[in-house]
């Protein structure tokens, strides 16, 4: 099926632990984005890459790094997580030239 | 940063009646408006966009009005089905931002049998 799809869709983890969480696209687009949803829905950019290039970095943590090996792929880890990480998180894709995403179905992280 | 609210963070509707959910936003340089539909556990979903240069647009079942003047826009839904019980949200582009798209907090649409 042609989709963004996230991997794992549940993670539950200590506070403190390094996670990574992955997301592939097989839709051909050229950017990827990572969302944060909080428990109120609300949905706020972290970060976006452009053919493997970091295009939107916004006000988060360094503890937060993403890593995009190719545009059909981007991989978001966290270190020392904290109890406020805990969210679901989105990634999502676009082409270049287009509007609006399509976006992944979420990862609910939980720290504990 | 931009910002975009909803007036209503939930509404409950009978079904076979239109649903109305109305968001503000505060960039009036924004140019491009999509409205998402979030149902329980998965992503949000394209419904329909509007450019800065129409006032509505519709499509199957759903119009989207906006009022630049009070910078407010607003998705019509005809005919409420259970199947459209969701979360829905709102989101800007400015124009300098392709890709970049600042959402509201959503409004929860409960459809009642």
């Known amino acids: 099926d042609t989709a963004v799809s996230q991997t794992p869709k549940y993670l539950v983890t200590q506070m403190g632990n390094d996670k990574s969480i992955k997301c592939e696209q097989n839709?051909?687009?050229?950017?990827m984005y990572w969302y944060k949803q909080d428990s109120k829905k609300f949905l706020k950019i972290m970060f976006s890459?452009?053919?493997?290039?970091?295009?939107i970095n916004e006000t988060v943590p360094n503890r937060f790094s993403p890593k995009s090996p190719d545009k059909a792929h981007l991989n978001l880890h966290i270190n020392s997580l904290e109890l406020g990480d805990s969210a679901v998180y989105f990634c999502?894709?676009?082409?270049?030239?287009?509007?609006?995403?399509?976006f992944g179905s979420g990862t609910r992280l939980t720290v504990v | 940063g931009e910002s975009v609210g909803l007036h209503l963070p939930t509404l409950s509707v009978q079904e076979g009646d239109n649903s109305i959910i109305n968001c503000a936003y505060s960039?009036?340089?924004?140019?491009?408006f999509i409205w998402y539909k979030q149902e329980s556990g998965k992503g949000p979903q394209f419904i329909i966009d509007?450019?800065?240069?129409?006032d509505k647009r519709q499509g199957q079942r759903v119009t989207v009005l906006l009022n630049k003047t009070v910078k407010h826009l607003s998705l019509q839904i005809a005919a409420t089905q259970p199947g459209d019980s969701a979360v829905y949200f709102c989101?800007?582009?400015?124009?300098?931002?392709?890709?970049?798209?600042?959402f509201g907090s959503g409004t929860k649409l409960n459809v009642k049998p």
């Open positions: 999502a894709s676009s082409r270049t030239g287009t509007y609006g995403y399509t």
């Open positions: 839709l051909g687009h050229d950017t």
């Open positions: 890459y452009n053919n493997k290039e970091l295009i």
């Open positions: 960039n009036s340089a924004s140019d491009y």
């Open positions: 509007i450019r800065s240069n129409m």
């Open positions: 989101a800007e582009n400015g124009p300098a931002n392709f890709n970049k798209f600042y």
